[in-house]
């Protein structure tokens, strides 16, 4: 069992940044594609930036390319979302999510075995 446990998240005003952190305990964490979503209110989750598990490959949603980056820190066995110009969209609970059955992330939700509980990204206009 993999448990994830988010932090980071916050209230910024629009263009600000934040970073948000994925802690994962599973020992074997380097071998896990790690994922990103988001939901707003009354809205599906939706799949924001994935990485694979050699951080050899990133994706982005469109709407947030150029704005956010992920990274991990295997060492730490620690992912990272780091979010710049922000808008007042970006307004979502955010979620981190783990694959332990594939090397490259993908978007679906129901590939993810693992999820953390969320953080609450909030960004005033």
């Known amino acids: 069992q993999v448990q994830l446990l988010e932090s980071g998240g916050g209230l910024v005003q629009a263009g600000g940044s934040l970073r948000l952190s994925c802690a994962a305990s599973?020992?074997?964490?380097?071998?896990?594609?790690m994922a990103w979503f988001r939901q707003a209110p009354g809205k599906e989750r939706e799949f924001v930036a994935g990485?694979?598990?050699?951080?050899?490959?990133?994706y982005y949603a469109d709407s947030v390319k150029g704005r956010f980056t992920i990274s991990r820190d295997n060492a730490k066995n620690t992912v990272y979302l780091q979010m710049n110009s922000l808008k007042p969209e970006d307004t979502a609970v955010y979620y981190c999510?783990?694959?332990?059955?594939?090397?490259?992330?993908?978007?679906?939700?129901?590939?993810?075995?693992?999820w953390g509980q969320g953080t609450q990204v909030t960004v005033s206009s």
């Open positions: 999510a783990a694959d332990g059955g594939r090397y490259y992330p993908s978007k679906e939700i129901d590939e993810y075995d693992y």
């Open positions: 990485l694979s598990a050699s951080s050899s490959s990133t």
């Open positions: 599973a020992r074997t964490f380097s071998s896990y594609a």
